[in-house]
Nanobody, 119 residues
Framework: QVQLVESGGGLVQPGGSLRLSCAAS????????MAWHRQVPGKERELVAA???????DYVDSVKGRFTISRDNARNTVYLQMNSLKPEDTAVYFCNIGAVVFGRDMNYWGKGTLVTVSS
């Protein structure tokens, strides 16, 4: 009922930048919190950044000052601008949204996009 399409991952050198996008489509009344998570093989998935519908943001400490999450409510899209990338930012990044579908609060995940930071 809700599809998430992520884009923007790839290979970048340390210190470089990437911008991830995630567009939601389908049958939903509204989208609440939108977020980006990341996962490295063998480790648990961690929340990187989240943004409420009103624009309140939250970040994991390791990306504060380097990453910026934003959203375009008209386009049902969330972005993650990643600057000053470090090798430890290498991971699969997943988009996650909370949406209201037929009056129920539902949670959806994208398939993930790989970010590799390496020289």
């Amino acid at each position: 009922q809700v599809q998430l399409v992520e884009s923007g991952g790839g290979l970048v050198q340390p210190g470089g930048s990437l911008r991830l996008s995630c567009a939601a489509s389908g049958r939903f009344s509204s989208i609440n919190t939108m977020a980006w998570h990341r996962q490295v093989p063998g480790k648990e998935r961690e929340l990187v950044a989240a943004i409420s519908r009103e624009g309140t943001t939250d970040y994991v400490d390791s990306v504060k000052g380097r990453f910026t999450i934003s959203r375009d409510n008209a386009r049902n899209t969330v972005y993650l601008q990643m600057n000053s990338l470090k090798p430890e930012d290498t991971a699969v990044y997943f988009c996650n949204i909370g949406a209201v579908v037929f009056g129920r609060d539902m949670n959806y995940w994208g398939k993930g996009t790989l970010v590799t930071v390496s020289s």
